[in-house]
């Protein structure tokens, strides 16, 4: 990506999904869901994927590895730590990409300082070196000061022209931990900008975090002052309370381009069924009052909003459902609609599928439309969901459940495969749930720990499916598992299995090296 970009009015979208949105408690995705997600946001139009953390684990290499080899438009970016090690192998990673790129980082602020052990001008000294050295190894060299809103100003600027004169091409500023505002994001970009020599020879990169609310306003700030590049993840996805949400930034951009005059690469066209797997494959909802893609943003429940739509449709609504993807009516489906009209739902849905991953979905929606009059869009979505979650190849597999309740007590008869071996197991217990969760861990002990425990209904009605998201904890390790079923109480055992996979598959990954524990990689 070239650095001194002609068109002022160009702003880089960097995706930051499959690494610090990653980094959020229980939003694990394998490998195959990883090089899905990257695809879809190269196919969007994302400038940069940050496709993970090289250095961190054998997984998250090969992960890196696998989409810059598979990547045709987007520059592939790998973070890593100030010193030779991380960087080697995230240049290892990233080099298979038609563009690749390096993002090196060290915690400037003085409680960082602190961590690492360095004085101003050793970090000085640390910065020119290793920024050096990754320029050696790739043209397209970012720089990040974490903590940067908090680091002292001078500073600030010393170590960003450090940076530059040691061949950084983009240089970020991140709001670490949510602390900025709008005015002070943009007098900081503008200080840069006006002090630091060669600042405007580089792009400098906005990177906020939303843990006061004000993610997406500080990234506009930032872009208003002079920044040319936006981090931010799917649905805002990210550690705490999350990072700037790729579909805020950019549709703001879009809507109010009369106070905004800048243009993305991103069709937005695609972004709500992003969001929509996104949410799948991470186990992390998107809140229905979520601006942009969440489930209300385009509904009307006042009488005076209602009538006002219906006359003038921009009365109440700032931007058209299309504009992010929504072009179909929501008809429903039933237990004659064919194998054809499935898969036309399904890719106005955003899941476009080989043969025999229809053949299977098919066979789960003919069951759904047995227990179900009508199937809404939400509901093939939540089968999407379960189906991607639940599959034939887990080590664990639910197969029959039979559940006991009512007054007198609570029962449940559970057979389960471990590894393709059937076992069963039955257990009484505080309530149905209560009593499966004990039968699921009679045939697989575990001292995983429940952590949240939720139940959503997709629909209205009684013949409604209902989503079931878990979030478990073991040894540090948390994941989340979800399942949609007409029956909750399968729901539930079939989500809580789900975790207990996941939480399986993390155990087996590669350790990060002893000193990861030292240093934070939160930017």
Request: hydrophobic share 40%.
């Amino acid at each position: 990506m070239a650095a001194n970009m002609t068109d002022k009015s160009r702003v880089l979208i960097f995706d930051t999904t499959l690494r610090d949105g990653e980094q959020s408690p229980g939003a694990t995705m394998t490998h195959d869901e990883k090089l899905e997600i990257a695809q879809a946001l190269d196919e969007m139009g994302v400038d940069i994927i940050e496709a993970g953390f090289p250095i961190a684990s054998e997984g998250d290499f090969e992960a890196v590895s696998d989409i810059a080899k598979n990547a045709k438009n987007s520059v592939i970016c790998g973070l890593a730590r100030a010193n030779y090690k991380d960087i080697d192998r995230c240049w290892e990673a990233v080099k298979h990409a038609p563009r690749a790129r390096i993002h090196t980082f060290i915690g400037t602020s003085p409680s960082h300082r602190g961590i690492t052990n360095l004085d101003q001008d050793q970090m000085i000294e640390r910065i020119a070196d290793t920024v050096n050295h990754a320029r050696n190894l790739c043209e397209d060299v970012q720089w990040s000061a974490m903590d940067a809103i908090r680091t002292e100003r001078d500073y600030l600027c010393r170590v960003v022209e450090t940076a530059i004169k040691a061949g950084a091409t983009t240089i970020n500023i991140p709001d670490t931990v949510g602390y900025t505002l709008p005015q002070e994001s943009a007098e900081i970009i503008s200080m840069l900008l006006e002090k630091v020599p060669g600042a405007d020879e580089i792009i400098f990169a906005t990177h906020c975090h939303n843990d006061l609310g004000m993610a997406t306003a500080n990234a506009l700030a930032a872009v208003a002052a002079g920044a040319r590049q936006i981090e931010c993840t799917i649905n805002g996805l990210g550690e705490r309370a999350g990072n700037t949400a790729l579909e805020e930034v950019v549709m703001a951009m879009k809507v109010r381009r009369d106070l905004m005059p800048y243009t993305t690469g991103i069709d937005t066209t695609k972004i709500m069924n992003l969001s929509r797997r996104v949410s799948q494959v991470s186990g992390f909802p998107v809140q229905f009052n979520k601006a942009i893609v969440g489930k209300n943003a385009f509904l009307h429940e006042s009488g005076i909003h209602q009538d006002g739509v219906l006359k003038n449709v921009e009365t109440f609504e700032i931007m058209k459902p299309a504009d992010i993807g929504i072009t179909e009516t929501n008809i429903a489906m039933g237990k004659h609609s064919g194998r054809a009209a499935l898969r036309s739902k399904l890719k106005d849905l955003g899941f476009d599928m080989a043969e025999n991953q229809l053949n299977d979905v098919f066979v789960r929606f003919k069951a759904l439309a047995d227990r179900k009059k009508e199937i809404y869009d939400e509901d093939l979505i939540a089968l999407m969901s379960d189906s991607a979650a639940n599959t034939g190849n887990d080590y664990l597999q639910v197969k029959w459940l039979r559940v006991v309740c009512g007054s007198d007590g609570q029962e449940a008869e559970l057979k389960m495969l471990v590894d393709g071996v059937e076992k069963s197991a039955t257990c009484a217990g505080d309530g149905p749930v209560d009593a499966c969760f004990k039968a699921v861990k009679a045939i697989y002990p575990t001292k995983a720990k429940l952590k949240v425990y939720s139940v959503q209904a997709v629909t209205q009605g009684t013949d409604a499916q209902a989503t079931v998201s878990v979030r478990m904890e073991e040894d540090g390790r948390i994941v989340t598992g979800s399942a949609a079923d007409t029956d909750t109480i399968l729901a539930s055992v079939k989500a809580y299995v789900g975790a207990l996979n996941r939480l399986r598959v993390r155990s087996q990954k590669t350790a990060p090296d002893a000193d990861m524990k030292t240093v934070s990689y939160k930017l």
